[in-house]
Structure formats: structure tokens, C-alpha cells
């Protein structure tokens, strides 16, 4: 056997022994974000442009991975949302920073995987079982957890779409929790914890209204995190990226570390 041959083959078998193993490299507690703008990320956007800023609390952690349109598996990065709400400009979301969050406050925690899925501008009768918005959600849901690791939650921002119409706001809790039903149903996982936030703001008159039946569910295991109050962009509709950082901040204390 020629050296240059022996050199490649021991360069195959090192490679092999360096490679991670399927538990450094798959997800082993892993969540949906799902909902609107808010949700899939507006911070640090303008003028159709993201500014690329990166906070401290959102920069990518090589145990926190995130599962791109094409359904793979990569070291999670801001904006989470770029290859999924891809008719709008992404910036900074909750995302990052309440994985970052979790990690800290629970070591023990596994490899953390972020499922995006949100999308801008859709109303919550969009999310209904059967539509595409819906289906793409179950689908990739499905497809995270195909190669092992658990579904823990799923992260919920949306509504501000359904402000504008009162019918739309007064049915509001109706479509939101036959959404939890079904999701859970379809995910054959009753008990999945839900947090959804309530809106900080909205795109009509209907906010308190929404805001309402957010708060007011009581289904088993749904939480609800408070966003009002957080820092507005100047269209009054979008966080800023440093109220993304708080909000991501407020879901990780409402996940239980022993979830």
C-alpha cells in the first residue's frame, strides 16, 4: 500500500472518530414558534432592510439548532424565520434568545431545536386545521421529532391580524382553543404545553378584545406571557429587537425546567 493511499485512509478514519456523534448533532428537546410578525421577527427591520444586529442574548449557541425549509438540521442563527416567512423581511424574533434562555437556566437541558413556522399578516382562522399554514405546521412538527427528541412546547405569538374585525376579536378564544385541541391531537401529544403571548399591540380596535381571550384561556397546560407593555417600533405594531430579547426572556420563565 503506497504512503499517499495509507494517508488518505487514515485521514477517512480520523474524520470518522472526530464526527459527532447523532446526540450532539439532533435535538433532543425541541419547540414550534409559531403565530405572525411578532412571532417570526420584525427587530431591527426597516425600510425593508434588517440591520443585522445581533444581541448578546440572540447569538447562535453550536447546542441550539434550528430546522430550515428543507427540513434539516443546523446550528440556529438570527433571523429564524428567513426561509419561512419569506414574503417579508425578517430580522430579530423571541426565538433565540429564549433558547439561550433555557440553556442557562437549565444546564441539564438537551440540544435545544427551533422549529420555525410563523408568518406575517395571517389571521388566526389561517391556522385552522386543514389549511396550509396548519398543515405546514404539523408537517414540520412531525418531521423534528422523526429522528428522535421530544416536542416540548409550542411558542404562540399571534392576533393582531384578528384586532381589526370584531367578529374576528369575539371568536378569537373559540378558534384558539379548538387550535390547541387539534394541534395536540394531531401531534398525538395531549399534554403539549402551550405559551402564547398576548398581543402588545395590534392592526385595528380590537386589541383589548383579543387580548381578552388570550388571557382568559384556562385549558389544561396553556400559559399565557403578557407583552404589553414592551417597546413598540415607530409603526406601533412591531417589538423592538431589545423588547424580542425581553420577550424571549418572559417565555423561557414560563417554560418549567422540568418539563
Not at 401529544?189 to 402551550?194: D, E, F, G, T, V
Request: include cysteine; charge should be neutral.
Amino acid at each position: 500500500m503506497t504512503i499517499p493511499i495509507l494517508y488518505s485512509l487514515l485521514s477517512v478514519l480520523l474524520a470518522l472518530l472526530l464526527r459527532p456523534s447523532s446526540g450532539d448533532t439532533l435535538p433532543q428537546d425541541i419547540f414550534i414558534l409559531a403565530g405572525q410578525s411578532n412571532m417570526a421577527g420584525r427587530g431591527g427591520v426597516e425600510n425593508d432592510k434588517w440591520n443585522g444586529f445581533v444581541p448578546p442574548q440572540c447569538r447562535p449557541n453550536p447546542s441550539i439548532l434550528r430546522l430550515s425549509a428543507q427540513l434539516t438540521w443546523s446550528e440556529a442563527a438570527e433571523p429564524l424565520h428567513a426561509d419561512i416567512d419569506v414574503d417579508r423581511v425578517c430580522g430579530v424574533g423571541p426565538g433565540m434568545s429564549f433558547a439561550n434562555a433555557i440553556k442557562s437556566k437549565d444546564p441539564k437541558l438537551g440540544v435545544v431545536g427551533l422549529v420555525p413556522c410563523a408568518v406575517g399578516g395571517t389571521k388566526i382562522a389561517q391556522w385552522a386545521r386543514g389549511t396550509p399554514l396548519y398543515n405546514q405546521m404539523v408537517s414540520r412538527a412531525t418531521a423534528a421529532v422523526k429522528s428522535g427528541g421530544t416536542m416540548r412546547a409550542l411558542l404562540w405569538y399571534q392576533g393582531e391580524s384578528d384586532t381589526v374585525v370584531q367578529a374576528d376579536a369575539e371568536t378569537y378564544r373559540t378558534n384558539m382553543e379548538k387550535l390547541i385541541g387539534d394541534i395536540r391531537t394531531d401531534l398525538n401529544n395531549p399534554s403539549l404545553l402551550i405559551i402564547q403571548v398576548a398581543l402588545a399591540s395590534g392592526e385595528g380596535k380590537f386589541v383589548d378584545t383579543v387580548r381578552s381571550a388570550q388571557l382568559g384561556i384556562t385549558l389544561p397546560n396553556v400559559k399565557c406571557v403578557d407583552a404589553k407593555g414592551l417597546d413598540l417600533k415607530t409603526d406601533h405594531l412591531h417589538l423592538t429587537t431589545t423588547s424580542q430579547v425581553r420577550l424571549g426572556s418572559m417565555l423561557a420563565d414560563a417554560f418549567p425546567a422540568s418539563q
